[in-house]
């Protein structure tokens, strides 16, 4: 997989925001260390506005919440029971 075929997804996310206004907030995310290994993180991002409410900018947290989920071991593309992506994804 190339590494613009992985960025596209946040890149499209980000877009959103800028777009939108809105923010993104706990948007289960899954991830590969330089290890090979596979993570699970929430990621929040904001829209940073200037006076006349025009985004500027990003502002953004990621967790590691692999094993706070107990999801050390999930199969890619699966989640956690109970857990969905943000906006329904």
């Given at each position: 997989?190339?590494?613009?075929?992985?960025?596209?997804?946040y890149?499209?996310?980000?877009?959103?925001?800028?777009?939108?206004?809105?923010?993104?907030?706990?948007?289960?995310?899954?991830?590969?260390d330089?290890?090979?290994n596979?993570?699970?993180?929430?990621?929040?991002?904001?829209?940073?506005?200037?006076?006349?409410?025009?985004?500027?900018?990003?502002?953004?947290?990621?967790?590691?919440?692999?094993?706070?989920?107990?999801?050390?071991?999930?199969?890619?593309?699966?989640?956690?029971?109970?857990?969905?992506?943000?906006?329904?994804?």
């Amino acid at each position: 997989m190339s590494l613009k075929s992985k960025l596209t997804p946040y890149f499209a996310n980000e877009q959103r925001i800028v777009e939108t206004g809105q923010p993104l907030i706990g948007n289960l995310e899954r991830i590969c260390d330089r290890g090979g290994n596979l993570h699970w993180v929430s990621n929040s991002e904001v829209p940073i506005k200037d006076a006349q409410g025009r985004v500027t900018g990003l502002a953004g947290v990621v967790r590691d919440v692999t094993f706070q989920w107990g999801c050390g071991s999930l199969q890619p593309g699966k989640l956690p029971r109970g857990v969905r992506r943000a906006g329904g994804r």
